[in-house]
């Protein structure tokens, strides 16, 4: 009886006085009763003063959580179709509108009395109630929809690096109608019936921009079109030549080296190897990445590591030297004739007095040390080659550069020598007019000297070497002394040689024989003697 009659805006009580409230009590359920029921009476369904927005065809289902849809009327419309089902509202969009959707709770309009009795009739309260509750549901009819989805064109996918491109929306006569930020995998854009394209704007970091445009139209038969957008990302090619040389060394390509490529995060994505023309490359994405060489040829000095920022679509294009470690080269030669010496033995010391190398000159006068290392060094002579002085001189130098060749020249001084020649007959007199030739190994001539009055030659300041003399002339009356004496000079010394001559023997003239014609013989010997001789001597 209460639900019918009673108005949920009423302000009532029980009185406990009238007969000293008598059964007053009685009535308490019923108070919390009616209490309950004037709480649910002001409950909504939960969808209270939602917006849909809706497109011709669309179907969709409310359901009331409260619980109370049950006690609602739905007031009809024309353009939205609508199914009260226990508690869920069916709604069904018709034509394109604008309206509310309006539930209303049954009207009621008596007049009510309100009796408490014990033996005594009270009337409390007289009214009307009409002011019943309702419930919008605001709904939004459109002609379309655009579903725009925007995705990676080798991937076929969305991904977070495609939120915030822009999307410019144009009409049939290239108006601008709207930019549409991109937030999610599809963005959903209410439009009238009509004609329009769409095209990019501007592009999220490391991808292309896509200039095409997209064309599309909104219609009665056609009021969903969904549009795909890709987007290239951006890939440059690395590509990298690799050479090595250098130190005398011509540059040529250098086949497997190696080299890892790290992402901004230090995270290893990929490694390269060069081929038999020296060439590596990789296709990397948009972003910042460190290379750096972890093989090559021995003894050449590493690529250093280096950064690669790939902002376009295009070649990034590295040559690559791989230099070799510096070269020492110690030239050994004659400090006069500038001629190279084989056999010295050179000492090279690092800056702490450490022995690295103990080296030798090779038939060409040539010391050559490769890979050295930069720093400070000096060499020394250990030995000097035969018939020259040792240069005992601490050579400084310094190593500052890879890939050059540190070249020196060290001279060596020749030791000097002396030599004497005492001419002498049989009988130990000393001879003049001796002629003397002195030859090097290679039978040139070098010296070519007369005994003075005293029977002596003397030559100073011989360099250092083997030679050997013979006489070339004898002195009158004498026979020439064909030895050959061979000798060497290795210190600054005086080396003396005494060559003895015999005397040429007269014919005994007592035997019987024509004096006439011997001398005659003798004349004729003697005359080709001579010219034999003179001839000899000019030849030499």
């Not at 199914?83 to 309009?109: F, G, P």
């Not at 929306?169 to 108006?175: F, G, H, Q």
């Amino acid at each position: 009886m209460f639900i019918i009659i009673l108005r949920p805006d009423v302000t009532w009580t029980f009185k406990t006085g009238r007969y000293g409230g008598i059964k007053a009590s009685l009535h308490f359920n019923e108070v919390s009763e009616l209490l309950t029921l004037v709480y649910n009476h002001s409950i909504l369904p939960s969808f209270d003063s939602e917006e849909l927005n809706l497109f011709v065809g669309d179907k969709i289902t409310l359901e009331d959580t409260n619980n109370v849809l049950y006690k609602f009327n739905i007031k009809p419309t024309n353009n939205i179709k609508v199914i009260k089902k226990d508690n869920k509202l069916e709604i069904t969009a018709l034509e394109k509108t604008k309206e509310k959707l309006i539930l209303e709770k049954q009207e009621v309009s008596n007049d009510f009395y309100l009796l408490k009795s014990n033996n005594v009739q009270d009337v409390i309260t007289r009214g009307n109630v009409n002011n019943y509750k309702k419930s919008y549901v605001n709904v939004n009819i459109y002609d379309g929809k655009l579903i725009l989805k925007k995705i990676d064109k080798d991937e076929k996918t969305f991904n977070d690096k495609l939120i915030g491109s822009i999307i410019s929306l144009y009409d049939n006569n290239d108006n601008l109608i709207k930019d549409i930020e991109i937030t999610k995998e599809e963005e959903i854009i209410t439009l009238e019936n009509g004609s329009y394209y769409l095209k990019e704007k501007t592009p999220t970091r490391g991808y292309e921009l896509n200039e095409k445009k997209y064309y599309f139209e909104i219609s009665k038969e056609n009021n969903k079109p969904i549009i795909t957008i890709e987007n290239n990302k951006i890939k440059g090619n690395l590509i990298i030549n690799k050479l090595y040389g250098g130190s005398g060394y011509d540059y040529v390509s250098e086949e497997g080296a190696c080299f890892d490529i790290y992402d901004n995060n230090d995270n290893l994505i990929s490694s390269l190897k060069t081929n038999k023309n020296g060439k590596a490359s990789k296709t990397l994405e948009y972003g910042k990445y460190k290379i750096k060489q972890t093989k090559g040829k021995e003894n050449y000095i590493f690529t250093n590591d280096f950064e690669v920022i790939i902002e376009e679509s295009k070649d990034y294009i590295y040559n690559l030297k791989n230099i070799k470690k510096p070269t020492l080269i110690i030239n050994k030669i004659d400090k006069d004739t500038k001629t190279n010496l084989s056999n010295a033995v050179i000492m090279i010391y690092d800056n702490n007095d450490n022995l690295l190398y103990e080296e030798t000159t090779n038939n060409k006068g040539i010391i050559k040390i490769e890979n050295m290392e930069l720093g400070k060094y000096y060499f020394v002579e250990k030995e000097s080659p035969k018939y020259y002085k040792l240069d005992n001189t601490k050579h400084y130098f310094e190593i500052k550069e890879n890939g050059k060749i540190y070249d020196f020249n060290l001279e060596n001084e020749r030791i000097l020598g002396n030599l004497e020649i005492i001419k002498k007959s049989n009988n130990l007199n000393l001879l003049k007019d001796a002629t003397f030739g002195i030859y090097d190994n290679n039978d040139n001539l070098i010296y070519k000297e007369t005994t003075n009055n005293e029977g002596i030659i003397k030559i100073e300041n011989i360099k250092a070497g083997s030679y050997y003399l013979k006489e070339l002339k004898a002195p009158y009356g004498y026979i020439k002394n064909d030895e050959i004496i061979e000798f060497e000079i290795l210190n600054n010394e005086l080396l003396t040689f005494e060559v003895i001559n015999n005397k040429i023997e007269m014919p005994n003239t007592s035997k019987s024989i024509n004096i006439n014609y011997l001398s005659g013989i003798i004349i004729i010997l003697i005359n080709i003697s001579i010219g034999l001789y003179e001839k000899k001597y000019k030849d030499n």
